[in-house]
């Protein structure tokens, strides 16, 4: 599971309790995150001079940060000669927590993929970089897809994509399965370049050995990024061994010339039927 997929998780907003929206706890404990991002690791004093807050009312605070690991506590770093007795501890953000506040990494890749469509050869460029990501990611995503069944390949495959944060599920549809995924961490990214969605979808067809479709995504204004996998993807035998997507025929060319030959004397037969049949029923009628 990513950094960032932690991150959101431990700052969902579902479990909020309704007392804290009411008293402003969220907004106070939110001031105390603010205050160290804008002057570093600070202490309890500090905290409680620059909020005018009681150093109570911060400690309880920090320990509700630290529980959802918004922020850490250590000891605080002294430079020149040490004074007596145990140094203070100071709280600075965590990962997590610097990634609470606004980032400028979305805007920082779209930059970066503009210079490359500009300077390094246009879209094609944009999207040869965008599989080759894509590949470079996707070597978990083959392992899993490998070690699993043909009918859970496209679970195995939600799987892998949920450990990487995409929130994956796989579910049954009326001809094949979905593969749906509830967050994207490229979507901001992936709405200017659709070559990353482009990308994985190569990437799963490729995986899961058969053509799928996109249906909606995310970066596109979608809830979810939903994919459509045909039945065919999971029944046995559906591909020759060398990998070539074609129903192989038991028999060899030879019986592949008999198969052809007596569907296209059924078809023969069929039609002399119809038209033995519709000359009955025209036999004694006026033409006029």
């Known amino acids: 599971m990513t950094q960032q997929w932690r991150c959101e998780k ?6 909020v309790p309704q007392e804290e929206l009411a008293t402003g706890e969220r907004s106070t404990r939110n001031r105390v995150a603010r205050s160290i991002l804008d002057h570093g ?8 001079g620059r909020l005018g807050l009681t150093q109570a009312a911060v400690r309880r605070h920090l320990d509700a940060l630290v529980s959802d690991d918004v922020v850490e506590a250590r000891q605080q770093r002294v430079y020149g000669t040490r004074t007596r007795g145990r140094p203070a501890r100071v709280f600075a953000l965590t990962d997590c927590g610097r990634d609470a506040f606004d980032q400028s990494y979305d805007v920082l890749a779209v930059d970066a993929l503009r210079w490359i469509e500009e300077n390094a050869g246009g879209e094609a460029a944009v999207a040869a970089f965008a599989r080759d990501r894509m590949e470079a990611q996707a ?8 070690a699993a069944d043909p009918e859970t390949r496209t679970e195995a495959l939600a799987k892998a994509l949920t450990a990487d944060g995409y929130a994956a599920t796989a579910r049954n549809a009326p001809v094949g ?13 992936a709405e200017r370049y659709p070559q990353l969605c482009e990308a994985e979808t190569e990437v799963f067809s490729r995986l899961l050995g058969t053509h799928v479709q996109r249906l909606a995504t995310i970066a596109h204004g979608d809830g979810v990024c939903t994919t459509f996998i045909p039945k065919a993807a999971h029944r046995s035998g ?15 060319p030879a019986r592949a010339a008999e198969t052809t030959k007596a569907a296209g004397a059924a078809r023969t037969a069929k039609a002399a039927k119809i038209s033995s049949q519709a000359s009955a029923s025209t036999a004694g009628r006026n033409p006029a």
């Open 177 to 189: 399965e979905q593969l749906c995924q509830h967050h994207c961490p490229v979507a901001h990214v």
């Open 238 to 252: 559906d591909r020759s061994a060398g990998g070539s997507g074609r129903t192989s025929t038991t028999g060899g």
């Open 41 to 48: 690791p600070s202490t309890v004093a500090d905290l409680a």
């Open 139 to 146: 070597e978990a995503y083959r392992r899993a897809v490998e």
């Open 10 to 15: 431990r700052r969902s907003c579902g479990g």
